[in-house]
């Protein structure tokens, strides 16, 4: 399939705006829209497409330095129109940045990557001067001194000064806002005062070096280190909540202040820039930034990571201790690509980690140790070292490999790799044989099926007398007599290349001749071996009743020539007497 662009790039940005008497400068938005319109054969395609958008910092080689991944992407008549984010850092001032665009239609195994790279190219933004402002017609000064800012004002607050902005307002409005440094210990707070009864503040401890929120107590606290308390000024997580805490108003999702474990609930972890996710049960579980819909189900000790961009992901449980924030290591379950699940176990992983999450989608681990499926809507339920690597391939037991798309591999216990090669094709491993049945009993004793017993090459049928009823002698003779004149021939399958030959009878005429069987398109061998039984009984009759009566003409010819032998002995006599 030839896919070829045209590109149309639009870039939003904000300008801060400067007047006499107010300077103020709003922060810029990473984010673009980008407009294109695609061919496909010659032809503008209308449909859903995937995109991506890589970043480099060359027109060619050079180093990717951002990625957006764009699913289902409606695209009219050739045309489409994308929001494209590679955020803040990504862009280097005075630096140019080139996109490289890969796309595939939904039924394509992989992406075509649009040949040349479209370079980005920056857009003036306007910028609010660093100098202090100068006066004005309304009486505004400002004045610059090393790291101090002051309106009508050049020295720096002291120690123990209070500066601000105090207004009196009556009834229940906002009043006052002030900035204060406090005590020895310096303890620098931001707050409000009503009546000089409700005081509210936020403040940086000095002495501990935790920035705290005040209202009546301290109420919230965060640390140096990044731990959050409520309800604590110590808190030893990430968010350490003294009390219950309620999800929601009405109390349906509600977590005790209990521990089941060490750190329990709270060694969760949401990270930045998520949509619709979900923790469950006490776990050091990781989501990673731009996902969307996923989900963790829980487990004790645990390590779980959905990675950066991959959507629609689901950990049910199981894993083991993370090391390092964001990075998988051994006893992770770790998902890399969109709509991944693993359901409990450890140490398993879905999907492959080459920074694009929508290139092996859908795969499944139910649970087990260490296994993988990395192929797209590739399975795995469970096992030890099981690898699904192909998509829509199947993987279970122990160190089954299914290397190759629509492969189905199933292995027993025995501590070997097991798989083959080729596509949509099975394979299994039992070395204490094969049982399948397809019947059983009113107590469910299986009373039907076949077997491929430890060591062997062929099938053995059910064929037990206390398994059959109903029995009728058969004519031997007249099965002979219908095998042959059974047309017999040399054919080949269909299905198969016109070199392999087989020998045989149809199924229609085989049933013809003996009417026997459930399947008029087949011929079961159990029928066939019981049909050439009968036709060798019926050939073994023939043959003792033609010994039979050759035996009787060999008599009977015995019995002539002794006759004739004494009619020739008389004879001789007869002429010596003669003469």
Same mark, same amino acid.
């Given at each position: 399939m030839s896919i070829r662009a045209r590109h149309f790039l639009f870039v939003a940005g904000v300008a801060a705006a400067l007047s006499a008497s107010i300077a103020r400068g709003q922060a810029l938005d990473a984010t673009f829209n980008y407009q294109g319109r695609i061919e496909v054969n010659g032809s503008a395609p209308t449909g859903l497409y995937d995109m991506t958008f890589r970043l480099f910092d060359a027109p060619t080689g050079g180093n990717q330095v951002g990625f957006a991944g764009f699913g289902n992407v409606q695209v009219n008549d050739g045309l489409f129109?994308?929001?494209?984010?590679?955020?803040?850092?990504?862009?280097?001032?005075?630096?140019?940045?080139?996109?490289?665009?890969?796309?595939?239609?939904?039924?394509?195994?992989?992406?075509?990557?649009?040949?040349?790279?479209?370079?980005?190219?920056?857009?003036?933004?306007?910028?609010?001067?660093?100098?202090?402002?100068?006066?004005?017609?309304?009486?505004?000064?400002?004045?610059?001194?090393?790291? &101090?800012?002051?309106?009508?004002?050049?020295?720096?607050?002291?120690?123990?000064?209070?500066?601000?902005?105090?207004?009196?307002?009556?009834?229940?409005?906002?009043?006052?806002?002030?900035?204060?440094?406090?005590?020895?210990?310096?303890?620098?707070?931001?707050?409000?005062?009503?009546?000089?009864?409700?005081?509210?503040?936020?403040?940086?401890?000095?002495?501990?070096?935790?920035?705290?929120?005040?209202?009546?107590?301290?109420?919230?606290t965060v640390t140096g280190t990044g731990d959050t308390g409520i309800g604590t000024t110590t808190p030893g997580a990430k968010l350490d909540v003294a009390g219950d805490l309620r999800i929601s108003a009405d109390g349906t999702l509600r977590f005790p202040d209990r521990m089941v474990a060490e750190y329990g609930f709270f060694r969760n972890e949401f990270e930045t820039k998520f949509s619709a996710g979900i923790f469950s049960?006490?776990?050091?579980?990781?989501?990673?930034?731009?996902?969307?819909?996923?989900?963790?189900?829980?487990?004790? %000790?645990?390590?779980?990571?959905?990675?950066?961009?991959?959507?629609?992901?689901?950990i049910g449980g199981g894993g083991s201790y993370r090391s390092f924030q964001g990075v998988p290591i051994v006893g992770f379950q770790t998902i890399y690509d969109n709509f991944g699940t693993i359901a409990g176990?450890?140490?398993?992983?879905?999907?492959?980690?080459?920074?694009?999450?929508?290139?092996?989608?859908?795969g499944t681990v139910s649970g087990g140790l260490q296994n993988i499926a990395s192929g797209a809507y590739a399975t795995v339920p469970g096992g030890e070292l099981n690898h699904a690597n192909g998509d829509y391939a199947f993987a279970a037991?122990?160190?089954?490999?299914?290397?190759?798309?629509?492969?189905?591999?199933?292995?027993?216990?025995?501590?070997?790799?097991?798989?083959?090669?080729?596509?949509?094709?099975? &394979?299994?491993?039992?070395?204490?044989?094969?049982?399948?049945?397809?019947? =059983?009993?009113?107590?469910?004793?299986?009373?039907?099926?076949?077997?491929?017993?430890?060591?062997?090459?062929?099938?053995?049928?059910?064929?037990?007398?206390?398994?059959?009823?109903?029995?009728?002698?058969?004519?031997?003779?007249?099965?002979?007599?219908? =095998?042959?004149?059974?047309? %017999?021939?040399?054919?080949?399958?269909?299905?198969?290349?016109?070199?392999?030959?087989?020998?045989?009878?149809t199924a229609q005429d085989f049933h013809a001749a003996f009417g026997v069987g459930d399947d008029p398109k087949g011929i079961t061998t159990v029928d066939a071996d019981g049909v050439a039984l009968a036709a060798i009984q019926g050939l073994n009759a023939k043959v003792e009743a033609q010994a039979r009566t050759i035996d009787a003409q060999n008599a009977l010819i015995e019995s002539q020539r002794r006759a004739i032998e004494e009619l020739a002995r008389r004879l001789e006599a007869i002429e010596r007497n003669a003469d």
């Open positions: 129109n994308l929001p494209v984010n590679f955020g803040d850092a990504a862009f280097t001032p005075g630096q140019s940045r080139w996109v490289e665009i890969a796309v595939r239609a939904p039924a394509d195994p992989a992406y075509t990557t649009l040949s040349g790279r479209q370079k980005l190219n920056a857009t003036p933004f306007a910028s609010v001067s660093r100098f202090p402002w100068t006066p004005g017609a309304n009486g505004l000064t400002a004045t610059f001194n090393g790291n &101090f800012v002051g309106i009508n004002r050049q020295n720096a607050l002291s120690g123990n000064e209070v500066f601000g902005i105090r207004t009196n307002f009556g009834g229940t409005n906002y009043g006052g806002m002030y900035i204060q440094t406090d005590s020895a210990q310096g303890k620098p707070f931001y707050g409000y005062n009503t009546g000089n009864t409700n005081t509210a503040w936020t403040y940086l401890d000095g002495a501990s070096g935790s920035w705290r929120l005040f209202l009546g107590g301290d109420r919230l049960f006490e776990s050091p579980n990781i989501i990673l930034g731009n996902f969307e819909y996923s989900a963790f189900g829980g487990g004790v %000790v645990t390590g779980k990571v959905i990675a950066d961009s991959a959507t629609g992901g689901f176990g450890s140490s398993n992983t879905v999907g492959t980690n080459d920074g694009d999450p929508f290139t092996q989608t859908g037991g122990r160190r089954a490999k299914a290397n190759g798309p629509g492969m189905f591999v199933l292995s027993d216990s025995n501590d070997f790799d097991f798989g083959g090669t080729g596509s949509n094709a099975m &394979f299994a491993r039992f070395t204490n044989g094969y049982f399948f049945y397809t019947g =059983v009993n009113g107590s469910g004793v299986p009373n039907a099926g076949a077997r491929l017993l430890a060591g062997s090459g062929s099938w053995t049928s059910l064929s037990d007398a206390a398994s059959k009823h109903a029995f009728e002698p058969v004519d031997a003779l007249e099965i002979l007599d219908k =095998v042959a004149s059974m047309p %017999v021939q040399r054919w080949s399958y269909k299905s198969q290349d016109a070199a392999v030959r087989h020998i045989g009878p």
